[in-house]
């Protein structure tokens, strides 16, 4: 499978600039929806998620995804690779 793959970048409440990526199908073209996938991520941390903007959310790369991610995506529409700051 295929997947592309979304550069985020979230300021938290104590400072933290938070990075992940969000992983999507590659023929998902919908920017709104993979903001949606990434405040639904912040959602369940327990942050607000009205900050995820498209300036903070940009398309990197594709590439193929391993087992798990294509689990995952099948399961929920999207992944998130945690960078920085994410605990």
């Known amino acids: 499978m295929q ?12 400072g933290l600039r938070m990075h992940f990526d969000i992983l999507v199908p590659a023929d998902l073209a919908d920017d ?3 903001l949606q ?4 991520y912040l959602a369940a941390k327990g942050l607000e998620a009205t900050p995820l903007k498209a300036e903070k959310c940009n398309f990197c790369h594709t590439e193929f995804a391993d087992p798990a991610v294509q ?5 929920h529409g999207f992944a998130i690779i945690e960078l920085e700051h994410c605990a």
């Open 3 to 14: 997947i592309s793959i979304y550069d985020t970048y979230v300021q938290r409440p104590d």
């Open 32 to 34: 709104e929806r993979v």
């Open 37 to 40: 996938y990434g405040r639904t």
């Open 71 to 75: 689990q995952e995506i099948a399961q």
